[in-house]
């Protein structure tokens, strides 16, 4: 925050008055010229079929799903190095997630310590999708070369239940034991975004009614939703969150001068680069941007969109260079 010259407070947003472009938090109020608010997701525990409170802080405890909070990173790190054999099972959520090669990877990850520790132990991996959601051939390949004994991914496969005493998951063909794993549900937008009322009604994950060009909430050009709860059908991932914070930073620039030159759109970067092997480090990549087609009105890849499904030690080394260059960038 020294650094880059901005003032950092660490409280929790409670409530909005838009009007009198107020936020109050749980260290007092404070008043705002542009407000850009980026909560995050929440785990939708109702798309297993799983409503009751108790049953969801069991799930929650036992089988983090591992993209909410860094404590949930460091207790399936716990379980992977305490894991002594059997099924661990892990899930890839329907929609659109954070983020689209992260249970895949994270399958690669875990048999590749089971493999250097010749376990008898084998990931699980369901998914409701025919193929993995991104790098598809790079990832199966991985499966299939690297991990036969260790990873059995089993796709077109939806989860109707969890019997979380009972480690069982109950999917549309089978009933499948494990002996640990991190369960991951579909998504939704942070519930803030529904208590401020400023959820789109229609959305399936709860994401927020905005311009989609220009990320400001529906009649009022003060307000912005950015990161996990924006409603485009863009990755929820690093990547693309850091090249949108930098486009609606333009944007706000713009309108604050009020001469009239707003940034015009820019499609968000999606830079994903994805370990599959870690003796040698080896990683696959895909390079992606958008575009919006005026006619049918729908969001596609742009042109230039390419996965590379090759594994080499090269992208290997340039996933590190990619996470240090972009903590440099955002922290100093």
């Known amino acids: 925050a020294a650094r880059g010259n901005y003032t950092y407070i660490q409280a929790a947003l409670a409530e909005a008055d838009f009007t009198a472009r107020r936020v109050f938090t749980d260290k007092g109020f404070i008043d705002y010229d542009f407000l850009v608010i980026a909560p995050g997701v929440e785990y939708d525990y109702a798309s297993f079929g799983i409503t009751d409170p108790a049953e969801i802080q069991l799930l929650e ?65 369901i998914d409701s999708r025919d193929a993995p959601a991104v790098k598809a051939e790079g990832f199966l390949a991985a499966f299939e070369e690297l991990y036969g004994d260790h990873i059995e991914y089993i796709n077109s496969t939806v989860i109707e239940g969890i019997d979380a005493p009972a480690r069982t998951i109950k999917t549309d063909f089978d009933d499948i034991k494990f002996g640990d794993g991190a369960i991951y549900p579909r998504i939704r937008a942070s519930r803030l975004i529904e208590k401020l009322g400023l959820a789109n009604a229609g959305s399936p994950q709860k994401e927020a009614r905005i311009d989609p060009f220009k990320y400001n909430v529906i009649g009022d050009e003060r307000v912005y939703i950015t990161g996990d709860c924006r409603p485009m059908p863009f990755s929820k991932s690093a990547s693309v969150a850091h090249t949108e914070g930098q486009y609606v930073a333009r944007v706000i620039a713009g309108r604050a001068r009020g001469k009239g030159d707003e940034a015009p759109w820019t499609t968000p970067l999606s830079v994903c680069y994805s370990m599959v092997n870690t003796d040698p480090r080896e990683a696959i990549l895909s390079r992606s941007t958008y575009r919006f087609d005026t006619a049918s009105k ?14 080499t030690k090269a992208m290997g080394a340039a996933t590190q260079q990619w996470t240090e260059q972009h903590l440099a960038d955002l922290f100093g």
């Open 61 to 125: 405890r036992r089988y983090p799903g591992g993209f909410v909070s860094p404590d949930e990173h460091l207790i399936i790190k716990r379980k992977v190095d305490a894991f002594e054999g059997g099924a661990f099972v892990l899930t890839a959520p329907p929609g659109i997630f954070r983020c689209s090669a992260s249970p895949y990877e994270r399958a690669c990850m875990i048999a590749s310590v089971f493999k250097r520790k010749k376990l008898a132990a084998k990931v699980i991996l």
């Open 298 to 311: 729908q969001w596609s890849f742009a042109e230039g969109t390419k996965g590379y499904n090759d594994r």
